[in-house]
């Protein structure tokens, strides 16, 4: 059974930092692109960042996003910095094999409040 379980959401001021987790199982998560989805209220779910199996990334990622992965651990995670109100929204990790185009497993999202 696949499980993505995110971490690290909250609310935070405009202008802070926060450091969002996934820990993966059920998968060979070294064969594994993951990524982060971020779906805002009212809103259609956007890509924020992806990364290969080997660290490269795969989608230009927003400045203030870096996106890292360990094989060793199973996880994935999101730095995000400068953090404005429009970053607002459930962040989401995903995961999907090499060999394809569309995320094929979803952890159950994590809010992210940015608000002063």
């Known amino acids: 059974q696949v499980q993505l379980v995110e971490s690290g959401g909250g609310l935070v001021q405009p202008g802070g930092s926060l450091l969002l987790s996934c820990a993966a199982s059920?998968?060979?998560?070294?064969?594994?692109?993951m990524g982060w989805v971020r779906q805002a209220p009212g809103k259609q779910r956007e890509s924020v960042a992806s990364?290969?199996?080997?660290?490269n990334y795969l989608n230009p990622m927003k400045g203030r996003f870096t996106i890292d992965r360990d094989n060793a651990r199973n996880t994935v995670t999101l730095q995000m910095n400068s953090l404005k109100p429009e970053d607002t929204a459930v962040y989401y990790c995903?995961?999907?094999?090499?060999?394809?185009?569309?995320?094929?497993?979803w952890g159950q999202g994590t809010p992210v409040t940015v608000s002063s």
């Open positions: 995903a995961a999907r094999s090499i060999y394809k185009s569309d995320w094929e497993y």
């Open positions: 059920g998968i060979i998560f070294s064969r594994n692109i």
């Open positions: 990364i290969a199996p080997d660290g």
